[in-house]
């Protein structure tokens, strides 16, 4: 079973949408939680750090479930500029330095 | 800074040759990592440093090795190249925040490996 499991995708919405991803991660002792976001034959990059109690960053909200052991990622007004793929990472209590990474969810942001 | 940089961007191989992936970091991080990204497969873990002289495997470490003398450079190599390793190769490193807390992990630009 993997680590962490995401719907692939695409996601296809029109500009100015609410669009939500969710990820489950299967070890229970996952200790950080993180979204990524990945453009086109570029470098994964951090969107935003997941905690406990839920955090904002604009237009963008991450949730965390730990009784489910899911994370999701809820973009409010989605832009065009969203269109990425969007990557769920976790990371193991006592071995922090190993990063499991989900294959990401595809959004596509049209006009 | 500039941050993580890798080199080459683009290599080709044929099976059978060696190689090495640099990969280094200006941002006095302690915890290195090397991952491949294959279509539909997401990063996977190959080797991980947590500091100078320290590594450990990750998810997918055969038929590579790494070394890590200095904190700064972490190299990836490939000894005997197959196309199963054709491939999306990143570099990442990381502070630790201790208490078992991890830090963003900041990604170099990737190497594109074609294995023939």
């Known amino acids: 079973r993997k680590e962490v499991e995401q719907d692939p995708g695409p996601f296809n919405v029109p500009e100015g949408a609410t669009v939500a991803f969710n990820c489950t991660y299967s070890?229970?002792?996952?200790?950080?939680f993180f979204w990524y976001r990945q453009d086109c034959r570029k470098e994964p990059k951090l969107l935003m750090s997941?905690?406990?109690s839920g955090n904002e960053d604009g237009r963008f909200t991450a949730q965390l479930n730990r009784a489910s052991q899911y994370i999701s990622l809820l973009i409010r007004d989605s832009k065009l500029s969203d269109s990425a793929t969007y990557l769920c990472?976790?990371?193991?209590?006592?071995?922090?330095?190993?990063?499991?990474f989900g294959s990401g969810t595809k959004l596509n942001v049209k006009p | 800074n500039a941050g993580v940089t890798q080199t080459p961007k683009f290599q080709v191989l044929k099976t059978g040759q060696s190689m090495t992936l640099q990969c280094a970091q200006d941002?006095?991080?302690?915890?290195m990592s090397w991952y491949r990204q294959d279509p539909g497969m997401g990063l996977r873990l190959i080797h991980y440093?947590?500091?100078?002289?320290?590594?450990d495997q990750g998810e997918v470490p055969n038929g590579y090795n790494v070394s890590r003398s200095t904190t700064e450079d972490f190299p990836l190599r490939l000894l005997s190249a197959a196309p199963s390793q054709t491939s999306v190769y990143f570099c990442?490193?990381?502070?630790?925040?201790?208490?078992?807390?991890?830090?963003?992990?900041?990604f170099g630009p990737g190497t594109r490996l074609t294995v023939l």
């Open positions: 990442a490193s990381s502070y630790s925040m201790g208490q078992g807390m991890a830090d963003t992990q900041y």
């Open positions: 070890n229970s002792a996952s200790q950080s």
């Open positions: 997941v905690y406990s």
């Open positions: 990472v976790v990371t193991k209590e006592n071995n922090f330095n190993k990063f499991y």
């Open positions: 941002m006095n991080h302690e915890y």
């Open positions: 440093s947590v500091g100078a002289g320290i590594t």
